[in-house]
């Protein structure tokens, strides 16, 4: 009888113990994700997701709406770039823009370096194809790697506002023709923003020596304390001159090439 006990607990304990291997080497089985390739007629629309359903498939990329219509007075784009978009609103609301008029958050406007003031742009966001049309009044937005800065109102209508930063596409529109207004356009460079004023003065006091024709000035904003240098000749190569010229200790500093029409 013993020896039969034996080999029942001899056999019980081999059954646990091939019965506790199973249970680890048993895997859920999870099928392999749809390949992220796809041919090169619809590469964009895989990749983007919509509103309505996150995933990407064919079934989302229908949910997308159209691009905002162009007015009919616009005409055809002049330019286009693709870029990341942000948005700001105070503490600048209130204060003037780099056209002479008042920020409005709450308008349909926009922040960029380099068109003229005023042109009309319309901004769509590549996640979800929501699309505004803006006009110029500000220049920025002063974080490389970004192309736009919306107003409040025009990221909320593209869906930037709570992702902070989107990928767009920024097609430009003809700006509108002023009176003894140079094609070329009037450049100059902006260096900053400096956490110490004393760094942006130092910057200043060496620009003014190295470019004594142009107007150098500092000033405060926002994010910190700034210097613009304005050439004599405010030509666009002129100003690109300067900027590769000048290699700031603070790595937050960073010259802008902007256009100041």
Known sequence: MRVRLGIAAVLSACALTVS??????????????????????????????????????????????????????????????????????PPYAGRKGADGTVYDQNAMTAAHLTLPMGTVVRVTNLTNNESVIVKITDRGPFVHGRIIDLSLAAAKATGVYRAGVAKVKVEAFAAPVRANADPAGHWCVQVGAFARESDAEKLKEEMMRRYATAKVIEFPGPTGHWVRISPKLPSKSNASEVADSIHPKDPAAAPYLIRTD
Do not use: F, M
């Open 20 to 89: 506790g291997c199973h249970r680890e080497t048993t895997r859920a089985y999870r099928p392999p994700p749809p390949p992220t390739t796809t041919t090169a007629s619809n590469r964009g629309a895989a990749s983007r997701p919509s509103r309505t359903n996150p995933s990407g498939d064919s079934a989302s990329i229908q949910n997308l709406p159209p691009p905002a219509p162009i007015p009919s007075n616009l005409g055809k784009p002049v330019s286009s770039e693709v870029g990341l978009a942000s948005w700001y609103g």
